[in-house]
């Protein structure tokens, strides 16, 4: 009976891995908003709350790490300088966040060592702190910003999803963490992770979206013209403030959120068993004081605001120029916008014309297959050398990624050019009038509030 009992103790054992334990290990978090610019509100203000819920929680500032432009909080567009609001009617979010990476150092490169712990790789810039953790160590990472299939945009460059599985790979090989959470909000989120992410290495992810969709943007604010949130983010983070996080799990997290978020298809990734832990061992362990969750709280009623202003991620500036259209009062004002919003249209035209033509180059004068590549949209990434190698060369030469967060909208062909055999030179071999890098007049002017117009530029 005694080889019994050992059996029992070793089952114990194994399942203790995937359930919470006081293991000493410290908790580490690296929040990430990769955009800039006024309509590119939400995704700071995401990132915001989600410093605002550590903190409650108990997790020191040292051991939270803020990566975000911060042209927001003191834009010239806010009517509440130095407050930003994640909800209409919202408390501010923005009091006390740690301005560690802003500015020009909110880059993939800066990112990734961040992570990882690389000290000497971050002496001189911003705060300079990185993720210092061990092998006992949990680590809480959220980002939030455009993206797609395979990509992750920050301000003025991309992460590609390889580096990034790359890096965390890397991490659990040298032992620098016990257990890793990650909840990413981005269109295409799930292909950051989709046969990438290995089950075996005591990571779990959240992404908002599956390989194949959009994310959504949520709270239109007509007072600051301009969305608030992001659908995913919003309900993890308004179902965090509601919850004790020593009761609720990661499964019961996701499971909600994949219920409450009917605009895309949330989807958890990597070691799934991760999913019965609670969340107080990822997001602090001290409970918050009611008053403290009822600030954050949003008002509560048969209908969901949030879902209710829902609009796909790409369609954010359309959005909000029509808003701004249905309520001017002026007729010069009405004739200025639907001019900026036929412009922004043609834009948009523009960026599809011009992979239209690329592929069609690549297709040597093959119409069908030409139109083949253009229509196939929901391959899945295989033949990723081919594919990093063509984005860059896009990104370099045709339309900035980051700067023109529409053209990545354009990048599906791209996927189906590689997995129907074409190769990186073929696409990168094109004639330079193909790759010719669009003028700064891709952009819709520059407006000042006070002429009753604002910068909508394709960012």
Known sequence: MKWLALLAAAAVVALSGAQDTDDGGELWAVLVAGSNTWF?????????HAYQILHQHGVPDDHIIVMMVDDIAHNEENPTPGVIINRPGGPDVYKGVPKDYTGDDVTPENFLKVLSGDVEGMK????????RSGPNDRIFLNMVDHGAPGIFAFPYDYLNATNL???????????KFGEMVMYVESCESGSLFHNLLPKDIMVYALSASSPNQHSYACYLDTDRDTYLGDVFSIKWMEDTDRENLHHET?????????????TSTVMHWGEIRLDRQHLSKFMGKRQASRSQQDVYLPIRGEDDPCLESAVPSPDVPVAILKSRIRRAKEVAEVDA???ELRHLRMNRVIVKVAMTRIIS????????????????????????????????????????????????????????????GYKAEDFTALPSSYVTRPASGHRVKERKRGEGNRRMRER
């Not at 590119?40 to 915001?48: G, L, M, S, T």
């Not at 599985?165 to 032992?175: A, F, L, P, S, W």
């Open 165 to 175: 599985t790359d890096t965390i790979i890397g991490m659990h090989r040298d032992q």
């Open 124 to 131: 001189g810039v911003g705060s300079g702190k990185v993720v």
């Open 40 to 48: 590119n509100y939400r995704h700071q203000a995401d990132v915001c």
């Open 337 to 339: 916008l639907k001019e």
């Open 250 to 262: 990661l499964k019961k997290q996701f499971k909600l959120v994949r219920k409450e978020v009917t």
């Open 361 to 420: 180059h690549v297709a040597g004068g093959a119409p069908r297959m030409a139109s083949l590549l253009v229509a196939s949209g929901n391959h899945t990434i295989t033949r990723w050398p081919c594919y990093t190698a063509s984005v860059r060369a896009f990104h370099d030469h045709c339309f900035h990624l980051a700067k023109n967060p529409y053209a990545l909208r354009v990048l599906k062909p791209v996927i189906s050019m590689c997995e129907h």
